[in-house]
């Protein structure tokens, strides 16, 4: 049986096998259809439509679509088991082509390494001196994204796939941005393949790259099997992970302390890195270093929200409610398909502001109306408060173990270089009277400092972290239960209230 699947930029024919789902056979190709969920049927994003042929309407369809878009032909790809051949569309901004993104400055290398950043969405490869002299960056979507677009959905896929096919979805990643690199600059490629890759990713990451078991991680105390330092071989390269920190605070977070430790930032503060898997860290006047991960959901990333999206083009990024009517900024100035976390933060703030969303998160109308086809449902909003209270509640109770206030909070991660500072303040992400800054990508920046400097000092300060390190597992809190129901409603726009005044 075959079935003919219709993408943005070819058509592909598939050997369709019996019991698995069309959303496996796409996986399987290639085609990258977004599946937040993992296939289970809860987050209605793997979306294909029957250009010809017949595919069974499933209970989940009628949750997932209109009556409407069912007559159309819209299924669910992770539900669908094909019985007849059949020709599918995968729409444009479901379709996840993978075409690597490449950013080259004119520096003279002398001594070059090779860093990588393993993101659960994104990976980075770079060639440089340091982080202030990388001559040439690839940036490519994870090709795991199609094992789930969370830590803890891939962790299920690594437990029904086995961690090797997310080990070479990871390698295939890797491979196509090494190509780039070796391609656009071989003579620099060539010197600094002498040395290890240094790799940082969260600790899912570090364990699909080294194919470590991942049973410790996904059940509860969700600890790595390993958290030394790692080296092993992809064909004939040294990749180098750096110590993980416990949980699922990763080498990512170990190469952004390196990063902060150089820049020699006076202590004390916080480091944040905002994602579906956000990590925090304290850096105590007396030197401590108080960690922990919160599972905020994809969210931020466009997931879980319905007319939600990654920031890609089309994507609402910027809002601002004037005069009685939504203005919006879209990526690449392409017509509005969705929104993504830099919007959605804009939205709920001004909605807030401007009192269409009162303080527990209730909807004074039946939705936020962007535009003709993108708007937020009660619904979206409940799940940003679950996402935004996840975090808010972790810096309050690292803040609190601490004991003392960072002068400052660092944001880390490419999400946050796009936040609106206010939005932030006025939802209460983060606490509204402690100044922030962002870094941009600590963990690319903190890879090459670990790559630059002599082992000797490496392994000092790994030892460092060691000996300070002190982490803080939410659930196990006394305290979590009462904060994070206190989280959930929007309080600091009293706040902003009084400032006002
Ligand atoms: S609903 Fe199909 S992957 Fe989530």
Redesign the pocket.
Known sequence: MKVSVITTDEQISLNVQPGLTL?DHLKHNEVYVS????????????RVKIENGFLPIRDIDHKAFSSEELKEGWR????SRPRINCTIRVPSVENLRLQPRTLLRDITLYDPVIVCDLGSTGVVVGIGDGYDAVSIEVHLLNKQIRYGADVMTRLHSAQRFGVKALQDSLYKTLRQCLKVLEEKDPENYSKAVKKPIICSGNSAMVSFLQNFDITPLAVSPFQPEHTKKTQSHLDSLIIETPPLLGGFIGADTTAVLAYMFDLKIPTPYMMIDIGTNTEIVFLTSDGKIIFTSTPAGPAFEGGSITKGMRAEPGAISKLKYENNEWHFETIGHDTPKGICGSGLIDAIAQGLKNKLIEQDGFLKESSLQFCERVYLTIDDIREFQLAKSAIRTAVDMLIDRANEKPQKIYLAGNFAENLNQDSIKLIGLLPPDIPMETIGNGSFKGSFTLATKPYIVCNQFYEHVDSKKQHIELALQDDFQERFVHHLNFHEIEYESKLTQ
């Open positions: 959303l599946s937040i969920c993992g296939g289970v049927g809860t987050c209605h994003k793997c669910l790809s992770c539900q």
